[in-house]
């Protein structure tokens, strides 16, 4: 074991998981009865693997989880993995971190020094990050019973810090747990997955995100069920769409795109005008357009898909002024600038001819 440097504490400082969340337990993770279940018997079982791989999509509570893992394992209360002998062999009923000991408390803070958080520098994970948290591991863990290092987007690992990532996994260090973050297994290095056990995070459902809004933000209850369809099973979406005055945005480019048939081509390239000013939100709006176009087309076969369900009435009206061939156009027109914007095109141009274009016909 090397000696502690006085840079070794800066650097975990900057490298431990910061608080701009509250944590809670596995209480708080929504509709994931099964990953709950699965973590909660790992626990009580007491035998853990060296790395989880926790896989689903962004904002369903992956880090949350293995927050609440990281408290368990450490908690005072429970002290499941005790570092002295345990007395008489008895786990303990509950697996839930207590949320009130040192231990729990100093997750809960971000400060505590044995829970380590990597994520990705950019778009990336380098070699760089994985070397440093090597350092690190070669030291013996401050204080925590099993030290926790939580790697997001491990998918994102370039070849070399995959690599690096590898030797570690391969000859894992006492009293260390890693649990990697992914949207899905088959996008990252075959061999690191197969040293970690899988668990997948489910998309939270519909009925749990409209429930979550409600409860949560009262003041855009009326429409709690429309944000829980755009979020598409993600908490963290709904969160952001609840509290960006999404709404707001979609009715604005709701409105616009019913007038469009109507506009001058001056009143149309204005509109692209002040949509491209707002660069971020762009992909958004292309999100929000084609749900317009999606709910319109499916009105009458598959009622039950449309997901601006607080606007019935214009999507009934709508569907029946517009032929499929018109809808397919306008998607279709769409989904072309949304590639062009991926590919770095002129954003101003592209969203000129597309207004244009979405203007044509009813
Ligand atoms: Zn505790």
């Given at each position: ?10 650097q ?18 929504i ?37 609440a893992?990281?408290?368990?394992c ?5 002290e499941?993995f ?16 207590c ?27 380098k ?8 350092d ?51 996008d ?9 056990q ?40 709904a ?9 707001e ?21 204005a509109f ?8 971020d ?9 084609k ?20 606007l ?13 061939d ?5 998607f ?7 590639r ?22 009813n």
């Open positions: 074991m090397r000696e502690r440097t006085p840079g070794t504490r800066q975990i400082k900057e490298t431990v998981y910061p608080a701009e969340k509250p944590v809670t337990a596995f209480a708080s993770l509709d994931q009865e099964r990953p709950v279940q699965l973590l909660t018997a790992v626990l009580s079982g007491g035998n853990l693997p060296h790395a989880f791989l926790f896989t689903g999509l962004e904002g369903i509570g992956k880090k949350t989880a293995a927050l893992f990281a408290m368990s450490n908690c005072m209360e429970l499941l005790p570092h002295h002998a345990p007395a008489a062999g008895i786990r303990p009923p509950s697996i839930d971190p949320g009130r000991c040192r231990s729990c408390k100093k997750i809960i803070s971000g400060h505590h020094p044995d829970i380590i958080l990597i994520e990705p520098a950019g778009d990336m994970i070699v760089d990050q994985i070397r440093a948290l090597s690190r591991l070669a030291l013996k863990p401050y204080e925590a019973a099993k030290r926790v290092i939580i790697i997001r987007d491990a998918h994102k690992f370039n070849t070399e810090a995959g690599n690096t990532l590898l030797k570690t996994l391969e000859e894992p260090p006492e009293h260390t747990l890693f649990i990697l973050t992914a949207l899905q297994a088959s990252m290095l075959p061999t690191i997955v197969s040293r970690c899988q668990v997948r995070f489910n998309p939270i459902s519909r009925k749990f995100l409209a429930t979550y809004v409600e409860r949560h933000y009262p003041e855009t209850a009326a429409q709690a069920d429309v944000i829980a369809s755009m979020a598409r099973g993600s908490l963290t979406c969160d952001s769409m609840a509290q960006t005055r999404w709404m945005r979609r009715n604005w480019i709701i409105r616009e795109m019913e007038a469009f048939p109507s506009y001058s081509i001056m009143e149309c390239l692209a005008e002040t949509l491209s000013k707002h660069k939100w762009v992909p958004a709006a292309f999100e929000i357009m749900n317009w176009l999606r709910d319109i087309a499916v009105y009458h076969a598959r009622p039950e898909k449309i997901i601006n369900r607080d019935m009435d214009q999507i009934e009206a709508a569907a029946r002024r517009m032929t499929s018109s809808l397919t156009f306008k279709k027109a769409i989904e072309q600038a949304e062009d914007m991926k590919s770095n095109a002129n954003l101003r141009l592209g969203l000129d001819a597309l207004i244009i274009m979405l203007s044509k016909g």
